[in-house]
């Protein structure tokens, strides 16, 4: 049986699913930069939004795999996946747009909104406004999470069911080892990257032994 083609080194990436102008990237980026309210949670449920459904820049599964890959990169990112993805988009003339894009409009917001919470932090409306806020953030969080596990739990099934139990327990290990042990979160990141590795290579294995 032949081994399934990986999304991550066809053609795909070297151009985007829908040619995109250097105006349009700026301009959605832009948008997104406007509308970044409640952190990186809401900013992240944005770009998968516009990049993946709206402006089809990137495959689902790619765009996963982006955001795994910036988990383990230094810095914030939310940026090294606007520097990606405006990469895809637009090149170098991509990236330059979608990060002032994204951050232009939302420091300067950020800078009004820290200034006006000072003067009104103490009453009662704000502090129940900013209670309110909270569960709304955890629910765009889960929603964005389930649609980045999407393409990779398909993914998952098309090399075999281990594939997927091996993919559960990355997950419950990870959570474990966060929340039981002192072990920095790279670490942790970079021993499941060793792991899924060991596993793929394991799969493919079995599968070239199984067509011979």
Known sequence: MPEPADPMSSSKLTSPR???SLSRILRVWLLIGAQSFGGGVAT????????VEQEQWVEPDEFARMWALVQVAPGI????????IGRRAGGNAGIAASLFGLMAPSVSIT???TAAYQRFEGLPVVRAAMRGVMPAVLALGVVVMAKIAKPMADEGRRYGRSQIVVGILLFA??????L???LPVVGI????ALSGSAARVWAVRGKSEEAA
Not at 77 to 84: E, Q, S
């Open 77 to 84: 990112n939310l940026l090294a996946l606007a520097i990606l």
């Open 180 to 182: 039981r042990t002192g």
């Open 189 to 192: 990141l970079f021993a499941a």
């Open 173 to 178: 290990g990870s959570a474990l080892a966060l």
């Open 18 to 20: 829908r040619p995109a």
């Open 44 to 51: 992240l449920a944005l770009i998968q939004r516009a990049a």
């Open 111 to 113: 800078i009004l909104f």
